[in-house]
T-cell receptor, first 110, second 118 residues
Framework: TQLLEQSPQFLSIQEGENLTVYCNSS?????LQWYRQEPGEGPVLLVTVVTGGEVKKLKRLTFQFGDARKDSSLHITAAQPGDTGLYLCAGTGGSEKLVFGKGTKLTVNP | NAGVMQNPRHLVRRRGQEARLRCSPMKGHSHVYWYRQLPEEGLKFMVYLQKENIIDESGMPKERFSAEFPKEGPSILRIQQVVRGDSAAYFCASSPRGYGGMGNIKLFFGSGTQLSVL
């Protein structure tokens, strides 16, 4: 079974601060996706990374896929209260099923 | 341009009753996935269906749980004789295509059904 470990589990910061959350595995994934989920709602896809070392930017969010395709990070610059939510990484490997990590619960305080 | 519609949003059942969760995929999507989420947990894959076919049910408990996606109508996740451990949020997602390069598939999730078993 391929597992994705996300850290930290919880993160509370002030508006304007920068942060990085991590998604790690001992397995190689053919691709990784990042989702954001708000309370009472379903996850919304933010990005898909497929190439080792790939970096993608989405406004203030920067996503990186590790060279070995076993890990990924999400960096948020100048966090805003609207960034609050549960950030989930999900990967596909040999089984092709999308496997989710447990998520990082981010709170950005005004 | 409606997204994935799930109903009911909240469902309360007593132990031993049946729960039926419905999911209407986005227009033009013929692939449906069901996930279960416990508090402070990620989403656990349950089953993947294409119209009238179950493609992968490896994440679904062998007993009491079943799923269908008929030619007409929504996909249904059915839980018979519910127990307290079934209490969770159940999410449905749809996509225009399925496995085979799934990494590039974009899943569109519904808002979920929160099942509470008393």
């Amino acid at each position: 079974t391929q597992l994705l470990e996300q850290s930290p589990q919880f993160l509370s910061i002030q508006e304007g601060e920068n942060l990085t959350v991590y998604c790690n595995s001992s397995s190689v994934f053919s691709s990784l996706q990042w989702y954001r989920q708000e309370p009472g709602e379903g996850p919304v896809l933010l990005v898909t990374v497929v190439t080792g070392g790939e970096v993608k930017k989405l406004k203030r969010l920067t996503f990186q896929f590790g060279d070995a395709r076993k890990d990924s990070s999400l960096h948020i610059t100048a966090a805003q209260p609207g960034d609050t939510g549960l950030y989930l990484c999900a990967g596909t490997g040999g089984s092709e099923k999308l496997v989710f990590g447990k998520g990082t619960k981010l709170t950005v305080n005004p | 341009n409606a997204g994935v519609m799930q109903n009911p949003r909240h469902l309360v059942r007593r132990r031993g009753q049946e729960a039926r969760l419905r999911c209407s995929p986005m227009k033009g999507h013929s692939h449906v996935y069901w996930y279960r989420q416990l508090p402070e947990e990620g989403l656990k894959f349950m089953v993947y269906l294409q119209k009238e076919n179950i493609i992968d049910e490896s994440g679904m408990p062998k007993e009491r749980f079943s799923a269908e996606f008929p030619k007409e109508g929504p996909s249904i996740l059915r839980i018979q004789q519910v127990v307290r451990g079934d209490s969770a949020a159940y999410f449905c997602a749809s996509s225009p295509r399925g496995y085979g390069g799934m990494g590039n598939i974009k899943l569109f999730f519904g808002s979920g059904t929160q099942l509470s078993v008393l």
